[in-house]
T-cell receptor, first 109, second 113 residues
Framework: AQRVTQPEKLLSVFKGAPVELKCNYS??????LFWYVQYSRQRLQLLLR??SRESIKGFTADLNKGETSFHLKKPFAQEEDSAMYYC???????????FGQGTRLTINP | SQTIHQWPATLVQPVGSPLSLECTVE??????LYWYRQAAGRGLQLLFY??????ISSEVPQNLSASRPQDRQFILSSKKLLLSDSGFYLC????????????FGSGTRLTVV
């Protein structure tokens, strides 16, 4: 079974501090992993994919197969990073994404 | 470019009434289409997905059904709404067989009273 766990429902950090949003997954094969973000009054949108190994808006995420994790990190948080973040997994050959419960990130000034 | 439209944005319906939410995609063909429900603290729950016209996969048993009458149209329905059907419903699409993530619609806030 595929499962995505985001252990923190809420996360609050100060502006300029490092941010790490945790994501752990359960899947026996090689997954595709994603981070989605939903800013206030905006649509849920793709932030980054592990397959692209990219940095978007200063965020990075590395797939750690040994720890089955895909944590989202940013060295210096900005107020505009406040949003709801979802981690998602797609299994090999699968047509659907499985999402975690989401983490609401608040950046304090 | 591709766009996804979802309507209505908000809906208040009495218990026992029917439901029809519509989602359409423009600028692409043969997309994979999805209906999710977003609930606070429970993340995004996949309800239905479709890989082609008339092909519907149901993920959870419930009071809802889905249909895909046209290539780029996906409809979420119910014959009789329950209070527990209240929630935020999201439609999404992705390319068939690609490694892209989903593109989501703007959502429908359904309140059953």
């Amino acid at each position: 079974a595929q499962r995505v766990t985001q252990p923190e429902k809420l996360l609050s950090v100060f502006k300029g501090a490092p941010v790490e949003l945790k994501c752990n997954y359960s899947y026996s094969g090689s997954p595709e992993l994603f981070w989605y973000v939903q800013y206030s009054r905006q649509r849920l949108q793709l932030l980054l994919r592990h397959i692209s190994r990219e940095s978007i808006k200063g965020f990075t995420a590395d797939l750690n197969k040994g720890e089955t994790s895909f944590h989202l990190k940013k060295p210096f948080a900005q107020e505009e990073d406040s949003a709801m973040y979802y981690c998602a997994l797609r299994g090999q050959g699968a047509q659907k994404l499985v999402f975690g419960q989401g983490t609401r990130l608040t950046i304090n000034p | 470019s591709q766009t996804i439209h979802q309507w209505p944005a908000t809906l208040v319906q009495p218990v026992g009434s029917p439901l029809s939410l519509e989602c359409t995609v423009e600028g692409t063909s043969n997309p994979n289409l999805y209906w999710y429900r977003q609930a606070a603290g429970r993340g995004l729950q996949l309800l239905f997905y479709s890989v082609g016209i008339g092909q519907i996969s149901s993920e959870v048993p419930q009071n809802l059904s889905a249909s895909r009458p046209q290539d780029r149209q996906f409809i979420l329905s119910s014959k009789k709404l329950l209070l527990s059907d209240s929630g935020f419903y999201l439609c999404a699409w992705t390319r068939t067989g690609g490694h892209d993530g989903y593109t989501f619609g703007s959502g429908t806030r359904l309140t059953v009273v």
